[in-house]
Nanobody
Framework: QVRLVESGGGLVQAGGSLRLSCVAS???????MGWYRQAPGKQRELVAR???????NYADSVKGRFTISRDNAKNTVYLQMNSLKAEDTAVYYC???????????WGQGTQVTVSS
């Protein structure tokens, strides 16, 4: 069992930046990690994903603006969000994929609100 705790959300103006952090309760160095978001009335969607080896992929809507990274020594995954848009407003969730086992871990979410 892994506990994930997100932080770093808040209210920012369009064009601004935020950095989200996800701290795991134990090592996640073998786990692919991801950031998802869910806006009111919409389904949860993948924003960014990073593998255990550091390969990344992004939703087209955030490519070039967001960067996912990980610091395994700190059991932490980050999402650097630049050039924020009102459409980025959502609750952002950290996700850890389980290796070779069905299921995954989720954090509690952190609210990001972008004002225009």
């Amino acid at each position: 069992q892994v506990r994930l705790v997100e932080s770093g959300g808040g209210l920012v103006q369009a064009g601004g930046s935020l950095r989200l952090s996800c701290v795991a309760s134990r090592s996640i160095n073998i786990n692919p990690m991801g950031w998802y978001r869910q806006a009111p009335g919409k389904q949860r969607e993948l924003v960014a994903r990073i593998t255990n080896l550091g390969s990344t992929n992004y939703a087209d809507s955030v490519k070039g603006r967001f960067t996912i990274s990980r610091d395994n020594a700190k059991n932490t995954v980050y999402l650097q969000m630049n050039s924020l848009k009102a459409e980025d407003t959502a609750v952002y969730y950290c996700n850890a994929e389980r290796v070779g086992i069905l299921g995954e871990y989720w954090g509690q979410g952190t609210q990001v609100t972008v004002s225009s």
